[in-house]
């Protein structure tokens, strides 16, 4: 015979089922300039010596998520140093800042401290330039990227300088270890893609109106690397960089989600302009 306290499980759980689902977020996405780089000779992006002698500019974008009422920025682009500073042409990668993030927030209503999560792609410095702005924000990064801060000597493109605040146990850091739901209602999902870096991941973000956009973080940095395969020489693994490729295409063509290369100039125009935003 079932106890009286079975019963009262069995109705809650009954209730439960039938109760309506939740309502979904409200999510709304823009896309921030956070620089341009010049690259003097595209073929570090190619262990194949593809784009030998090739000229090229890269943007290096950020992006704000807001989920209901908390917000998640997206990488934090290129130093705010540079603002107003011409770009050094006779280095490899001439870097340049328009505006910083918190100027570009102004415009759209949001104030720095607003942004309760800086979710970040991966370890390199066109990635983590600004997040020192941002001090009372919770760290996402993946984990291998979180501890290889902490090597010695660092790699290729790793400034632990600027995540100083969160290595000195200041801000709340969350290594991210494979895929993380990020609000726990499936919205907005950080994908573990290693091989650029061992902890790179891109970010799924499932929009109602436009649906889902898959921001690529440097699984690969334009469109040609995906037709002929590019892969950086700087890259930490090669096979993991092109199974990482192909999950990034097959999630895009699976979902029909809108990929956004992140450096990618022919890709800016497939968000808004900013300050539109897509919901
Ligand atoms: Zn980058």
């Known amino acids: ?12 759980a009954l209730l439960a089922l039938s109760a309506p689902a939740k309502a979904a977020p409200d999510l709304e996405l823009w896309r921030l300039d956070c620089g341009t780089v010049q690259v003097k000779d595209m073929s570090i992006f190619s262990d194949t010596f593809a ?26 682009g290129l130093p705010a140093a540079l ?16 505006a910083d993030i918190p100027s570009q927030l102004a415009k759209i209503g949001i104030k720095p401290e607003q942004i309760a999560t800086i979710g970040i792609s991966h370890n390199h410095f066109d990635h983590l330039g600004q997040a020192a702005t941002f001090p009372r924000a919770k760290l996402m990064i993946g984990a291998a990227d979180w501890e290889t801060f902490k090597k010695k000597p660092l790699p290729f493109g790793v400034d632990a300088t600027l995540v100083k605040h969160w290595l000195d146990g200041k801000g709340k ?28 991941t891109a970010l799924l973000v499932k929009l109602l109106q436009k649906g889902p956009i898959l921001l690529s973080g440097d699984v690969v940095h334009f469109e040609k690397q995906i037709d002929n395969r590019g892969v950086p020489g700087f890259n930490a693994d ?11 295409t097959k999630i895009a063509d699976g979902l029909k989600a809108t990929l956004v290369i992140q450096h990618d100039p022919s890709h800016v125009s497939r968000l808004p302009a900013f300050p539109a935003s897509a919901k």
């Open 83 to 98: 603002v107003g500073q011409k770009p050094d042409l006779s280095q490899p990668l001439a870097v340049a800042l328009d």
């Open 51 to 76: 784009y030998a002698g090739e000229h090229g500019t890269l943007t290096d974008s950020c992006y704000v998520i807001r989920h209901d009422s908390d917000y998640l920025l997206w990488d934090t």
């Open 238 to 248: 090669r096979a993991e960089t092109l199974a990482s490729m192909e999950r990034l």
């Open 173 to 200: 850091v969350d290594p991210v270890s494979g895929d993380r739901d990020v609000f726990g209602d499936g919205s907005v999902m950080m994908l573990a893609m290693p091989g650029h870096t061992e902890g790179e």
């Open 1 to 12: 015979m079932k106890t009286f306290a079975s019963l009262i499980t069995t109705a809650a």
